[in-house]
């Protein structure tokens, strides 16, 4: 059974351009989340992701976007890049499990720095 | 804003049991307690998580209160492996939920 991957591993871009960010779930989830993380703060819910559709958002301006695909793989896109958007991107997978959602598992993240 | 209380900073020696405090007092009935911790830069691993009753598993032990407002997260035998920010989140477990994440504590194992 393979774990939750991220790409890319480090990316780097400047401010106003656009970056999109992948994730694999966990075999047997059909549910994403996205989380920013700040440096020396906790995560940050962006969106969720299930059966393809938005579940659920945090407070995040439109320029962050999201995409999951018929294999439950998914995409984070942002727009207009600005400087505060440097973070660690964390995916999350789940399943579906009796009255909701099991445990969520994380990737090991994607580094986004913004010059 | 996180729902959860957590000491910033703990040490603990290597080889001694690591006992991690988390306060809760608006736990909801539905919401489950759930641990994750984070080695430097690296994504949040998850530890256990519990409704009402003492959950172990083979990475830790999680004592809740019986009232359940509050959570000891127990690392049996500490290693300097363990050294990360730990994570206190309570949520429900329902369709959307999401996990709303506090600053954590740094529990630093020395040798």
């Known amino acids: 059974e393979t774990g939750v991957t991220q790409s890319p591993t480090h990316l780097i871009k400047t401010r106003g351009q656009q970056v999109t960010l992948r994730c694999s779930s966990q075999s047997g989830h059909n549910t994403v989340s996205w989380y920013q993380q700040a440096l020396g703060q906790g995560p940050q819910f962006i969106f969720q992701?299930?059966?393809?559709?938005?579940?659920g958002r945090g407070n995040f301006p439109p320029r962050f976007s999201g995409l999951q695909f018929p294999n439950y793989s998914s995409e984070l896109n942002v727009n207009a890049l600005e400087l505060d958007d440097s973070a660690l991107y964390l995916c999350?997978?789940?399943?579906?499990?009796?009255?909701?959602?099991?445990?969520?598992?994380f990737g090991p993240g994607t580094r986004l720095t913004v010059l | 804003d996180a729902k959860t209380t957590q000491p910033p900073s703990m040490d603990c020696a290597e080889g001694r049991a690591a006992n991690l405090p988390c306060n809760h007092s608006?736990?909801?009935?539905?919401?489950?307690v759930y641990w994750y911790r984070q080695i430097h830069s690296q994504g949040p691993q998850y530890i256990i998580h519990?409704?009402?009753?003492?959950e172990t598993n083979e990475m830790a032990s999680l004592i809740i209160t019986e009232d359940r407002k509050s959570s000891t997260l127990i690392l049996p035998h500490a290693t300097l492996r363990d050294t990360a920010v730990y994570y206190c989140i309570v949520s429900p477990l329902d369709s959307n939920y999401q996990l709303i994440w506090g600053a954590g504590t740094k529990l630093i194992i020395k040798p």
């Open positions: 992701y299930y059966r393809e559709e938005e579940n």
């Open positions: 999350a997978s789940s399943r579906e499990a009796s009255g909701g959602l099991d445990t969520q598992y």
């Open positions: 519990g409704l009402k009753n003492n």
């Open positions: 608006t736990i909801s009935g539905n919401e489950y």
